[in-house]
């Protein structure tokens, strides 16, 4: 392990901003957002930086919507300059100490990239986990420009839940959303408020969390330049500065009451598992999870025992009780997730020497709270909390149409590896190419790679109101969250794997590859579902050495989607698919 390194920031300096809320009934459904370069501080010790964000601000508002009842939201692109990111791969992964250069500011080194100095404020929004018709999902090539609005239709039938809005440019959204383009989005609908939940300030918080690193100037001082910063071992930017709601490592002041915190993971690529600690010793107790991506589960669950873990885009919806703690309390969170994540249990016992530079966790620390006096407030929690959903049972599974991806990473020479999700089909006996065997049992199924590309011609063509089974094959060392456009999915399974691949048996689509259900000798994992990923949800992680399986149905919106990697980097660099939705009349014209 390298040695801890000092923090260049104060950590719980700042107060916790919460978000500017739109409340779209108060204006009609009609809002209208610009989207605008600004100036925010994302710390008291820091200059201004230079972003992009929605109505000029990061985050941008929470917007805040009923169900049942539609929003039409005028997007108006007002981005002038090129994007206020300075881009750059450091030439060497770790500094002369060991150091990983991810871990520290400035460019360590690296030139700023051109191509990326030159963008010039094409963007298109979507919205993460909404129910919208094909034309308003934000198709990744469908790009605005500056001076040019786009008039989208939200219709809201869906229920209540946290969602969130971003930019979505094919091949530059990690550089857009780092720039700051990104805001939350609520859904209430009346079963919520038939459990009382807090609803709006003081006790529901939206958290926004996310990773951020600045540059230095020549006598080494922090400028306020957002950095996006990679190396020649790690495709990915793990900034070392957690920010929430803006602020790096901010503090919020409670009441001895329940608070609601609507949390999204918003960072390009680092995983979170958090941690509550007081004096250094968890208390997750504290903390029940009642919401996952698409709103409330049945029942209350319980945070897993490591801490709640939340991938890029992954929400949580918590009720934490700061009851019965005395004014002047301070709790923290904390991250034990080292990166890049590959799952791996780190104890929630030892949070507090989470601390790894050398598995870029410089900080773990997250935000912290003080317990101010107050009115004592402890709300009860409901022991039933949504109706409207069951799991799904396999019976009910059997004849549904199955659909095979692979996770593949490809190593290249002088250029960063290429993350494909290869979807396969089964290959007809007078197959001779490379395959895919999957060995479950006695039952070995043999499948080509029909499409890995982004480009590569559209394979899956669901038909409205089926259910269809995916099956996710994670061929790579690392984590990824999946995340179906759309209609929400139940996630089904998740089993361990061995898998071969031999030398060069990854070509650019074709793979060769010997898959068996059964643990690998170095899986330290449990590959269970956690009781707060049985709801309804738009993103799951897939581990390593794992097949995850999930069930979707799509309902009501024909047209072109998209499922992709949530990693920001994995998406723009290949890691993303087309879907075509169809209504069974139309399947037997399709060609
Ligand atoms: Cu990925």
New binding site residues.
Partial sequence: MTPTLPAPLAPFADALPVPQRLVATRQNGRLSVPIRAGAHRFHRDLPESAIWGYDGTVPGPTIETERGQPVTVAWRNELDGALPVAVTTAPKAADASGVPVQCVPGLSGGTPDQHAAALAGYTVVHLHGGFTPAAYDGWAENLFAPGQDAIFHYPMGQRAALLWYHDHVMGVTRFGVYAGLAGLWIIRDQRERELGLPEGPPFEVPLLIQDRNFGLDEDGRLTGQLVHKTDPEVMEAFPPFTVVNGKVWPLLEVHPATYRFRVLNGCNARTYRLVLLRDGEPELSRITQIGTDQGLLRTPARVPPGGLVLASAERADLLVDFSGLAPGSELTLLNTAAAPFDGAPFPAANARNAADPGRMLPYPHVMSFRVVAGPVARRAIPGELATDYHPLAPGALAGAPRRTIA?VERELDGEPNM?TMRELVIAGDDHTGPVVTVADGERATRYRAAAAHFEDATTFFPVLGRYEVWQLINLTG?T??IHVHLDPFQVLSRRPIRYHIPEHGIDDIAITAAVTFERDPGDELDHTIDDNERGLKDTIRVNPHEIAEIAVRFTTYAGRYMYH?H?LE?EDRD?MRPFVTMPAELMPFMA
């Fill in positions: 996770l993350l690392d990824h969250p990697c990693i994995h890691m």
